[in-house]
């Protein structure tokens, strides 16, 4: 696409157009031609006044848009404000909080809140079927601590972290493939369970696997399991966990400079964010990473309730400040 935005403000200009929004989101959503969302249906008519189409088989939401079905559907805002902010967060290192996302789109900072926690959603790489590493590969499996301070909460949720089992802080596992790809996820614990299975669950019998002296480690039989005893040294030769030490750098920077703070009980979909950014970065201009959360996000699915959930939706006030 000549014409197609490269850069940030290029992306405003351009889907400031409503038509514009609407053929790009079109052409990656439905590449063969559109198709009713709900019972797959080709010839459907366009209403171009409304810029939606008809089914004519007689089903709820016969009438769709290209919002339909898709992580946007049921948002009020309209493209030309969703599709700027997908870019942004797509490309941005230390991610974007609410408080900015409200200011500079002049909505609500409840709203900029729910639009970033869609698209997070999206990022999440459901795509599980590959794992990393092999024969020959260095993976570097590695584990930290998020979270704040237990004496700075008040009753309720120190209560409720104290489930966490670690004193109000989080843990987050996560395993990486020299110049490739991470995984990472929110574990309950750093007990051996949790921990190997994260690792055996992503990453290929075989493949050397190095990590720090914790105990957790001590099994993991299938692999070439080397050891570095942070006590002593941090880099022996390639035993070391430099690149894990990286990643974590650059989801704590965004954590805590942007995000302010996080409840456990959303940790993962900030971890999910920096983790489509980590494994986008490489060969990828960021118009193609835009691209590529675009036709993620209309191929999923979030709906409001979901989201918040009862819970989260009483902590609102003390997540985002
Ligand atoms: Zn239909």
């Known amino acids: 696409m000549g014409s197609f935005p490269k850069t940030f403000i290029q992306s405003v200009q ?41 089914c004519k088989t007689k089903h709820p939401k016969s009438q769709f848009s290209v919002k339909t079905g898709t992580i946007l559907e049921d948002s009020p805002l309209g493209l030309d404000k969703w599709l700027p902010i997908i870019w942004l967060l797509s490309g941005c290192k230390n991610g974007i909080s609410s408080c900015e996302v409200a200011r500079n789109l002049g909505v609500t900072q409840k709203t900029a809140w729910f639009m970033l926690h869609r698209i997070r959603y999206a990022m999440q790489d459901e795509e599980k079927g590959g794992k ?8 570097e499996a590695d584990e930290t601590y998020i979270g704040g301070k237990a004496r700075n909460m008040h009753q309720g949720k120190r209560d409720k972290n104290r489930q966490l089992d670690n004193f109000g802080k989080a843990i987050v596992s996560a395993v990486l493939e020299r110049h490739g790809e991470v995984r990472a996820k929110v574990v309950p614990n750093r007990r051996k369970k949790a921990i190997q299975e994260h690792v055996r669950e992503h990453v290929e019998a075989g493949s050397t696997v190095y990590s720090d002296e914790l105990k957790s480690y001590d099994g993991l039989d299938e692999y ?10 941090y ?3 390639q035993i070391h966990t430099n690149g894990m030490e990286n990643f974590w750098a650059l989801l704590k920077r965004g954590l805590k400079g942007t995000y302010v ?13 920096q983790v489509f950014r980590y494994n986008n970065r490489k060969d990828m201009t ?36």
């Not at 989101?25 to 709900?38: I, N, Q, S």
């Not at 990393?132 to 993976?139: N, V």
């Not at 070439?224 to 040294?233: K, L, M, P």
């Not at 703070?261 to 964010?273: I, K, T």
């Open 132 to 139: 990393i590493g092999g024969p020959g590969c260095e993976i």
């Open 261 to 273: 703070s996080v409840e456990p009980f959303h940790l993962f979909r900030y971890v999910d964010e």
């Open 14 to 54: 351009y889907f400031r157009d409503v038509d514009n929004c609407l053929k790009f989101l079109v052409e990656r959503r439905w590449k063969d031609g559109v198709t009713c969302p709900t019972c797959g249906r080709k010839d459907v008519a366009f209403m171009a006044t409304r810029r939606m189409w008809q």
């Open 224 to 233: 070439t399991h080397q050891v570095i005893n942070h006590a002593e040294t």
């Open 286 to 321: 960021d118009a193609e990473r835009f691209e590529l959360l675009c036709t993620k996000i209309t191929g999923k699915r979030l709906m409001y309730d979901e989201l918040i959930a009862k819970e989260a939706k009483k902590q609102f006030a003390v997540d985002v400040f």
């Open 235 to 237: 880099v022996n030769g």
